[in-house]
T-cell receptor, first 111, second 116 residues
Framework: GNSVTQMEGPVTLSEEAFLTINCTYT??????LFWYVQYPGEGLQLLLK?????DKGSNKGFEATYRKETTSFHLEKGSVQVSDSAVYFC??????????FGSGTQLTVLP | GAGVSQSPRYKVAKRGQDVALRCDPI?????LFWYQQALGQGPEFLTY????????KSGLPSDRFFAERPEGSVSTLKIQRTQQEDSAVYLC??????????????FGSGTRLTVV
């Protein structure tokens, strides 16, 4: 079946540092890939997505590239802010309609 | 409505009690999903509706869990004889008729269920 493996957390960075959160997946066929973000006390919000190999999703300075050869979709941001502190989830959608999520990575950005 | 609305926001239930969790999807959204998110984990799929039809309930953990969407809009997730392991955040998500799965969904803020 489908599965998503995410970088273990928590991750603590200083403001303006470079962020990478690793995500790899296992799926049959050609899944769509997503990053969701969950701010404290709030629901999941779609951060970015990619629907086919070599696509790059981007939003709010975050980027992730769909790498079929390495089955990866790593999240990056060049300069994090305190307001980026949240839990980040990598997810995929395969032939079934539902999403399969990773376990989440807690990011804390210190001023 | 403007977003997916879930109620109650928090629910404390005594072990053995029945609970009902409500989801109001975005108006016109055909697809509706329920997920269970245990503490420190990612959400896990429970069940999926397209309009009033429950097309997939493979993620429901036991026959104590039941979901319905009788008129194709509001959905209720019912848990009978709650157990401590049912303690989790229950998330509802919906998507519009024109959206395929690869466009992502809109999630509600969830209901945090604590079984004591």
């Amino acid at each position: 079946g489908n599965s998503v493996t995410q970088m273990e957390g928590p991750v603590t960075l200083s403001e303006e540092a470079f962020l990478t959160i690793n995500c790899t997946y296992t799926a049959t066929g050609y899944p769509s890939l997503f990053w969701y973000v969950q701010y404290p006390g709030e629901g999941l919000q779609l951060l970015l997505k990619a629907t086919k190999a070599d696509d790059k999703g981007s939003n709010k300075g975050f980027e992730a590239t769909y790498r079929k050869e390495t089955t990866s979709f790593h999240l990056e941001k060049g300069s994090v802010q305190v307001s980026d502190s949240a839990v980040y989830f990598c997810a995929l959608s395969g032939s079934a309609r539902q999403l399969t999520f990773g376990s989440g990575t807690q990011l804390t950005v210190l001023p | 409505g403007a977003g997916v609305s879930q109620s109650p926001r928090y629910k404390v239930a005594k072990r053995g009690q029945d609970v009902a969790l409500r989801c109001d999807p975005i108006s016109g959204h055909v697809s509706l999903f329920w997920y269970q998110q245990a503490l420190g984990q990612g959400p896990e799929f429970l069940t999926y509706f397209q309009n009033e039809a429950q097309l997939d309930k493979s993620g429901l953990p036991s026959d104590r869990f039941f979901a319905e969407r009788p008129e194709g809009s509001v959905s209720t997730l019912k848990i009978q004889r709650t157990q401590q392991e049912d303690s989790a955040v229950y998330l509802c998500a919906s998507s519009s008729p024109g959206q395929r799965a690869n466009y992502g969904y809109t999630f509600g803020s969830g209901t945090r269920l604590t079984v004591v």
